[in-house]
């Protein structure tokens, strides 16, 4: 009967329906897609750009400028100084997220045009795969010799080029820098000196993509990209953000850092079990630098050490501690959970998604866990491990996370 009736259908004069209708499943198909034209690179270098010049509100700073930025590469200018036109534009830089995910394994999705870092949401040619490594999160740019540019802007949602000439000229940074093809940098954007205010960049060349690094070893390094007299400022110049626990006035110049493993993310408490052999095990020293790009060591744990450990999935998290030299957990002077320290003693959690709390008393501010767990081929979760980079700059804790591309989940 169905065979029937579209024979009919046919030789009624049907086909052309049928052809008119299957043109316009088409075109609505297309109306949803946007072509977008890339500019080949040759010869690139990767970038990712991070705003680190935090918004502070106090009644000392009401009037300062929103750190709110347009980066521009390579820009031309006219005769005042003022751009008009750039070969890379990176509009709406905001400032970062205490997270910054791996890709692809924590996309998420908004409808605000401000971007936490570039690439970011920018819809451009990105880095490969290297050694492993999915380079999605670092943009193509030109390697050589380039001049950067960062623009204040207002904060609204018009495209920089297409804001009033008035409101284009008021550059904080134009400099040069050289970049070396193939390689993989991460440029920050800092206050360098908390009194005078004074701004500028940190660019840093990254080697966790040449490094023979293991499979089952997490990898982290840290960084204090604080401004000079940070810690020692009074506390009304700084932001009060409950969130960032003991690190809201910050910490001294040179600490050292210590590792404790705990076995359940599902016991969120400092005084459950640890992992044997990692309860404050003393892993690395930081200190405070804002003028050089070196990349500090990556020191590394074991990602199936826990009791509970599979081989296939842990429930393990990570606590962070940073002392002044000559203190650690067994001669911590403070009170057990004190969020005021004199920067002598600051902590952070790493756990879950990082959106959990800790007990009120916890001294530590939350981010993210290092291991990444997520559906791979038929486990679901299945741990990964992963390289990643602990930041404290001022009185706020930054995480970046770089995981290797993994098999695609089976269903």
Not at 222 to 229: D, I, P
Not at 382 to 401: H, Q
Request: net charge neutral; charged share 15%; glycine share 6%.
């Amino acid at each position: 009967m169905k065979t029937e009736k579209f024979n009919n259908l046919i030789t009624a004069g049907g086909f052309k329906q049928l052809a008119w209708l299957f043109a316009s499943f088409l075109l609505l198909l297309s109306s949803g897609c946007v072509k977008v034209e890339y500019s080949k690179i040759d010869d690139p270098a990767y970038l990712r750009v991070f705003n680190n010049l935090n918004y502070v509100q106090t009644l000392g700073s009401k009037d300062n400028k929103v750190p709110f930025f347009c980066m521009l590469i390579n820009p031309v200018v006219d005769g005042s100084g003022m751009p008009t036109s750039a070969e890379i534009v990176g509009d709406f830089l905001d400032q970062r997220d205490a997270y910054a995910p791996p890709y692809p394994s924590h996309i998420g999705t908004s409808t605000s045009v401000n971007n936490p870092e570039y690439p970011g949401k920018e819809n451009v040619l990105v880095g490969p795969v290297l050694n492993g490594f999915d380079l999605s999160s670092w943009a193509q740019v030109p390697s050589g010799r380039i001049r950067i540019m960062f623009a204040y802007r207002p904060k609204n949602t018009v495209p920089f080029f297409q804001l009033e000439n008035q409101l284009k000229k008021d550059i904080l940074i134009d400099t040069t820098l050289n970049l070396t093809n193939k390689e993989v940098y991460t440029l920050h954007l800092l206050q360098k000196d908390f009194e005078t205010k004074r701004a500028g960049i940190l660019l840093r060349e990254e080697i966790f993509q040449k490094l023979p690094l293991s499979d089952s070893l997490s990898y982290v390094n840290f960084y204090n990209m604080s401004a000079k007299g940070y810690w020692q400022a009074d506390k009304s110049l700084k932001a009060e953000d409950y969130l960032m626990a003991s690190f809201q006035s910050g910490m001294k110049d040179d600490m050292n850092v210590f590792l404790s493993l705990y076995e359940n993310q599902n016991i969120l408490s400092q005084t459950e079990a640890t992992v044997p052999g990692f309860k404050g095990k003393y892993i690395a020293n930081v200190k405070l630098n804002t003028a050089t790009g070196m990349v500090n060591p990556y020191v590394s744990f074991p990602i199936w050490a826990g009791k509970t450990a599979n081989g296939i999935t842990t429930n393990m998290w990570q606590r962070f501690d940073f002392f002044v030299p000559g203190m650690d957990i067994t001669n911590n002077p403070f009170y057990p959970n004190s969020i005021d320290n004199g920067g002598n003693w600051v902590s952070v959690n790493c756990l879950q998604n990082g959106k959990v709390k800790m007990a009120s008393n916890d001294n530590a501010a939350i981010l993210p866990n290092l291991l990444v767990n997520i559906h791979s081929g038929v486990n679901n979760p299945k741990t990964f491990a992963t390289v990643n980079t602990i930041e404290v700059v001022n009185g706020r804790v930054y995480l970046t996370t770089i995981q290797r591309k993994y098999a695609p989940p089976i269903y």
